[in-house]
């Protein structure tokens, strides 16, 4: 569910905003090559099936994360140590470890399989499943 709040604005002002944002985003992706953006969504506090107290508990290094809403999945991926992972022609760069790049004619199955790696190696460590943020099609 979104709420938008929008308000009447000259036309060279929005288009304006628009470009101001695209470029931020673009920033934020530079030389990152062929990707899909955050592959795996962050992890909110909000689960119920996270216990928080307890992950603090177990995992001081998430303790950065307790006052926020969310937990980094990239801060997770660099903490167990998959970035610069390469399967097949797909791979978690050094710059973003929440991306995964085409780096060498990555097939779908490449991308996939690493993307599975990340969420296996997350649920043997923390116990809880990731979600990605990407639609798969094609895939069961």
Not at 70 to 95: E, N, S
Request: charged letters at 30%; hydrophobic letters at 40%.
């Amino acid at each position: 569910k979104v709420i938008l709040s929008l308000k009447p604005d000259a036309e060279e002002n929005i288009k304006n905003l628009i470009k101001e944002y695209l470029l931020s985003r673009s920033k934020s992706n530079t030389g990152l090559g062929k990707n899909a953006g955050s592959f795996i969504k962050n992890i909110p506090w909000s689960r119920k099936d996270l216990n928080k107290e307890k992950l603090l508990e177990d995992f001081p290094e998430l303790k950065n994360y307790s006052e926020k809403p969310k937990i980094a999945t990239g801060f997770l991926i660099d903490y167990i140590g998959l970035k610069g992972k390469r399967l097949g022609g797909a791979l978690i760069p050094l710059q973003h470890a929440n991306y995964i790049i085409n780096e060498n004619n990555a097939s779908a199955e490449d991308v996939v399989a690493l993307a599975g790696l990340v969420k296996e190696r997350i649920k043997q460590r923390y116990g809880f499943i990731l979600e990605e943020e990407v639609e798969l099609v094609g895939f069961d």
